[in-house]
């Protein structure tokens, strides 16, 4: 291989592009990580859900100290080297693809360099992990064939991205997380078009633990509920009290305690229908507690199975999961956008606050956050919790994000759901805004199930398409919509139709320092406005 790239019959102009000179051209997981219940309580890392979280941490930081990827005068030839016949049809492609005059020659040579790249780097994200050669890594994380392909500004612009993650986010680029479903830490994404194959019995022994997990995740949501009504009724019940401690006093006999007056009485008679449901609500608590105690009986015997099982790694799963994340990539594009897979410096600007890196995509979220405070919201039995999902950067020039599915099919209590974003977008708000509205959608259309068109907002939002008239997917218009409902309606600025407005203003609320500002910036926001104290007036909704 090494000779192939050092041939010297390679043209000195494409050479240099290459980055070739002549100089150059002579020259297991751990399954405690898994079903540890300690890892689950304590929060550790970006794969344990923090039910406890409410908000994100704002990133201050979002460049670092140049890192030195591209000093490497190798670094194209190391890339290709061990690549065999891959890396030499790469090359070959790469050489005509950049010497072609004739455009409809360079339209054939475009594609079939796609179809070379692609094959690249799945030999790529077959063999990742947490040490691979970092021009492999870089060529799953941002697409980068051969520094010379881009501008000596957009290297450094590249080599200032955060490499690590500092977040404790879900957060991930490509090799990231390759790297994680290889380690057995992320289970692999769920497609439809390929139909599953028998498990074996490590996995069945996951997706039962995923399935008891889910289960003992509800249970425990319960159980906080309770004990937060224990809290209030207990409450309640010291006030009580004190109320019954303070008599008045009857000077004319000596000073002493006078009897019990009406508003003690009455006290008393709540403390009675109190403690009544303390009892109650006692013996719900104890219940809770012993199912939670058979659950974690249940799961440790699990654990137990699972260490006694072989778990080396599957390079078939990680295959698996690169092509779904090619497929994530190629709806993040979109059918009329940009497909070329190798990061080109005519592609992209040179400004990090231009591209969704992790710290960017963190402020953006917290930003949609603060104007549709349940956008990571999941009720499941009754009770709510804020579950962010988990978000892949794929080297690609898309235009907006996508939500791949909402959350675990085996885990709806607390599994996080998965959504993609491009790292280069021609807008960052519209790409991130546009997958949390995917998000919003599925795990609306999930929760009402087979009656998503009559229920939920998805029901209301469907029926009025319907009376439209529109065509074509109707989620298309909910994405386009929601995307005006955070830019434009939480500004005053009117952009949707009425009954739209009237159906996001009921269904996703703005918070209520917004819709204070908003009564004072139009008739239509002030109709709204006045329609909610009138609701709230009459039992709500």
Same mark, same amino acid.
């Given at each position: 291989?090494?000779?192939?790239?050092?041939?010297?019959?390679?043209d000195?102009?494409?050479?240099?592009?290459?980055?070739?000179?002549?100089?150059?051209?002579?020259?297991?997981?751990?399954?405690?990580?898994?079903?540890?219940?300690?890892?689950?309580?304590?929060?550790?890392?970006p794969?344990d859900?923090?039910?406890?979280?409410?908000?994100?941490?704002?990133?201050?930081?979002?460049?670092?100290?140049?890192?030195?990827?591209?000093?490497?005068?190798?670094y194209?030839?190391?890339?290709?080297?061990?690549?065999?016949?891959?890396g030499?049809?790469?090359?070959?492609?790469?050489?005509q693809?950049?010497?072609?005059?004739?455009p409809?020659?360079?339209?054939?040579?475009?594609?079939?360099?796609?179809?070379?790249?692609?094959?690249?780097?799945?030999?790529?994200?077959?063999?990742?992990?947490?040490?691979?050669?970092?021009?492999?890594r870089?060529?799953?994380?941002?697409?980068?064939?051969?520094?010379?392909?881009i501008?000596a500004e957009?290297?450094?612009?590249i080599?200032?991205?955060?490499?690590?993650?500092?977040?404790?986010?879900?957060?991930?680029? /490509? =090799?990231?997380?390759?790297?994680?479903?290889?380690?057995? $830490?992320? &289970?692999?994404?769920?497609?439809?078009? %390929?139909? +599953?194959?028998?498990l074996?019995?490590?996995?069945?022994?996951?997706e039962?633990?995923?399935?008891?997990?889910?289960?003992?995740?509800?249970?425990?949501?319960?159980l906080?509920?309770?004990?937060?009504?224990?809290?209030?009724?207990?409450?309640?019940?010291?006030?009580?009290?004190?109320?019954?401690?303070?008599?008045?006093?009857?000077?004319?006999?000596?000073?002493?305690?006078?009897?019990?007056?009406?508003?003690?009485?009455?006290?008393?008679?709540?403390?009675?229908?109190?403690?009544?449901?303390?009892?109650?609500?006692?013996?719900?608590?104890?219940?809770?507690?012993?199912?939670?105690?058979?659950?974690?009986?249940?799961?440790?015997?699990?654990e137990?199975?699972?260490?006694?099982?072989?778990?080396? /790694? =599957?390079?078939?799963?990680?295959?698996s999961?690169?092509? $779904?994340? &090619?497929?994530?990539?190629?709806?993040? %594009?979109? +059918?009329?956008?940009?497909?070329?897979?190798?990061?080109?410096?005519?592609?992209?600007?040179?400004?990090i606050?231009?591209?969704c890196?992790?710290?960017?995509?963190?402020?953006?979220?917290?930003?949609?956050?603060?104007?549709?405070?349940?956008?990571?919201?999941?009720?499941?039995?009754?009770?709510?919790?804020r579950?962010?999902?988990?978000?892949?950067?794929l080297?690609?020039?898309?235009?907006?994000?996508?939500?791949?599915?909402?959350?675990?099919?085996?885990n709806?209590?607390?599994?996080?759901?998965?959504?993609?974003l491009?790292?280069?977008?021609?807008?960052?708000?519209?790409?991130?805004?546009?997958?949390?509205?995917?998000?919003r959608?599925?795990?609306?259309?999930?929760?009402?199930?087979?009656?998503?068109?009559?229920?939920?907002?998805?029901?209301?939002?469907?029926?009025?398409?319907?009376?439209q008239?529109?065509?074509?997917?109707?989620?298309?218009?909910?994405?386009?919509?929601?995307?005006?409902?955070?830019t434009?309606?939480?500004?005053?600025?009117?952009?949707?139709?009425?009954?739209?407005?009237?159906?996001?203003?009921?269904?996703?609320?703005?918070?209520?320092?917004?819709?204070?500002?908003?009564?004072?910036?139009?008739?239509?926001y002030?109709?709204l406005?006045?329609?909610?104290?009138?609701?709230?007036?009459?039992?709500?909704?």
């Open positions: 291989m090494a000779n192939d790239f050092s041939s010297g019959q390679l000195p102009d494409i050479a240099n592009l290459m980055g070739i000179t002549a100089s150059t051209q002579t020259q297991k997981p751990e399954f405690s990580d898994l079903f540890t219940e300690k890892a689950r309580v304590k929060q550790k890392g794969e859900v923090d039910l406890s979280k409410k908000n994100f941490d704002i990133q201050t930081k979002l460049e670092e100290k140049p890192n030195p990827y591209f000093k490497d005068k190798n194209y030839k190391n890339l290709l080297a061990d690549e065999s016949e891959t030499r049809r790469v090359h070959q492609l790469l050489t693809f950049a010497t072609a005059k004739d409809k020659d360079k339209s054939v040579y475009r594609a079939r360099l796609t179809t070379a790249y692609w094959e690249l780097a799945q030999r790529a994200a077959a063999k990742v992990s947490p040490n691979m050669p970092l021009p492999k870089l060529l799953l994380r941002f697409g980068i064939l051969s520094p010379t392909l501008s957009q290297r450094d612009v080599s200032r991205i955060v490499f690590k993650n500092k977040t404790a986010e879900p957060i991930h680029y /490509v =090799d990231e997380w390759l790297t994680k479903i290889a380690q057995g $830490s992320i &289970r692999p994404s769920t497609t439809d078009e %390929v139909k +599953r194959a028998r074996d019995a490590s996995q069945k022994t996951v039962i633990v995923e399935k008891r997990r889910g289960r003992r995740q509800a249970e425990l949501s319960l906080q509920n309770k004990i937060g009504q224990l809290d209030e009724l207990e409450s309640n019940l010291l006030n009580r009290v004190q109320t019954v401690l303070r008599h008045n006093t009857r000077p004319e006999f000596g000073g002493l305690k006078n009897a019990f007056s009406p508003e003690q009485r009455d006290a008393i008679s709540q403390i009675n229908t109190i403690l009544r449901q303390l009892s109650n609500l006692d013996r719900d608590i104890k219940v809770s507690y012993n199912t939670l105690e058979n659950m974690d009986e249940e799961l440790r015997d699990l137990e199975k699972a260490d006694g099982v072989d778990v080396s /790694v =599957d390079r078939g799963v990680v295959t999961e690169f092509q $779904s994340v &090619r497929q994530m990539s190629k709806m993040c %594009v979109g +059918r009329q956008g940009n497909h070329f897979p190798i990061l080109m410096k005519q592609y992209f600007r040179p400004a606050r231009e591209m890196t992790r710290e960017n995509v963190i402020n953006t979220m917290a930003k949609v956050e603060s104007i549709d405070s349940r956008v990571f919201e999941r009720t499941f039995k009754g009770q709510t919790s579950i962010v999902p988990y978000i892949m950067l080297p690609n020039y898309g235009d907006t994000g996508i939500c791949w599915e909402p959350f675990e099919r085996h709806r209590a607390s599994s996080r759901g998965r959504i993609a491009p790292i280069f977008p021609k807008d960052v708000e519209t790409a991130v805004i546009s997958a949390l509205a995917d998000l959608w599925q795990v609306a259309k999930e929760r009402a199930q087979h009656y998503w068109m009559e229920e939920g907002i998805t029901g209301r939002y469907y029926q009025w398409s319907q009376d008239r529109l065509r074509g997917d109707v989620k298309d218009y909910f994405i386009r919509d929601y995307i005006l409902w955070i434009k309606e939480s500004q005053g600025m009117q952009k949707l139709e009425r009954e739209v407005r009237g159906i996001f203003w009921r269904m996703m609320p703005f918070p209520q320092a917004i819709k204070d500002n908003l009564k004072n910036r139009g008739f239509v002030d109709e406005y006045k329609k909610d104290v009138n609701i709230s007036m009459s039992d709500g909704y």
